[in-house]
């Protein structure tokens, strides 16, 4: 018997595997990834954590957009929603806690209190998270409904979905290789 060398295979129309190729660009798909797979990391820190615990719950379903699994740890967190007033004893520890949340993150300001100090205008209270640290998102109201973080979700969506994620998270990489 003697060994005969396989003949090349062509590669040729398959209507079997006609719609399972999917041709995108790699900032696309990473961006499809992260913005389908939110972690928010809850930041209660009044009356609007209430709001913030029923747009989790089955009635609203915030599962659809891919940000069921709240962490409580900020190393598993993606993104932070601060809901509600941020006074200066807290503010430490809110910054202490994104500053231990990987990249890339976000943060979704919730509420009057947390987007502006809302109606306390004291000594006390922080007016507004994004003196602290930097906000993606502000949701308007006192507290806001549930539906209304849910759109603020979409636009953070739609935030992340704009980004061009491979050249700002990877740039030593990409000046390296040119």
Same mark, same amino acid.
């Given at each position: &018997?003697?060994?005969?060398?396989? =003949?090349?295979? *062509?590669?040729?129309? !398959?209507?079997?595997?006609?719609?399972?190729? /999917?041709?995108?660009?790699? !900032?696309?798909?990473?961006?499809? &990834?992260?913005?389908?797979?939110?972690?928010?990391?809850?930041?209660?820190?009044?009356? @609007?954590?209430?709001?913030?615990?029923?747009?989790?719950?089955?009635?609203?379903?915030?599962?659809?957009?891919?940000?069921?699994?709240?962490?409580?740890?900020?190393?598993?967190?993606?993104? &932070?929603?601060?809901?509600?007033?941020?006074?200066?004893? &807290?503010?430490?520890?809110?910054?202490?806690?994104?500053?231990?949340?990987? =990249?890339?993150?976000?943060?979704?300001?919730?509420?009057? @209190?947390?987007?502006?100090?809302?109606?306390?205008?004291?000594?006390?209270?922080?007016?507004?998270? !994004?003196?602290?640290?930097?906000?993606? /998102?502000?949701?308007?109201?006192?507290?806001?409904?549930?539906?209304?973080?849910?759109?603020?979700?979409?636009?953070?969506?739609?935030?992340?979905?704009?980004? *061009?994620?491979?050249?700002?998270?990877?740039?030593?990489?990409? =000046?390296?290789?040119?």
């Amino acid at each position: &018997m003697t060994a005969t060398a396989p =003949e090349p295979v *062509h590669a040729a129309y !398959d209507s079997k595997i006609e719609g399972n190729i /999917v041709i995108t660009k790699l !900032d696309a798909a990473i961006n499809w &990834m992260r913005k389908n797979s939110l972690w928010p990391m809850p930041m209660g820190l009044a009356c @609007c954590a209430i709001e913030l615990m029923a747009t989790g719950a089955s009635r609203y379903d915030i599962s659809r957009f891919g940000a069921e699994v709240f962490r409580f740890s900020p190393r598993q967190s993606d993104v &932070m929603i601060v809901s509600g007033t941020v006074t200066y004893k &807290m503010a430490l520890a809110v910054k202490r806690i994104w500053d231990q949340m990987p =990249e890339p993150k976000w943060c979704i300001a919730m509420g009057a @209190c947390a987007s502006s100090g809302g109606m306390f205008r004291s000594y006390a209270t922080l007016q507004g998270i !994004d003196r602290l640290i930097p906000v993606d /998102v502000y949701i308007s109201g006192c507290p806001p409904r549930p539906e209304a973080l849910l759109e603020g979700l979409m636009r953070l969506q739609k935030k992340i979905d704009a980004e *061009h994620s491979l050249m700002e998270q990877k740039r030593e990489l990409i =000046e390296e290789l040119a």
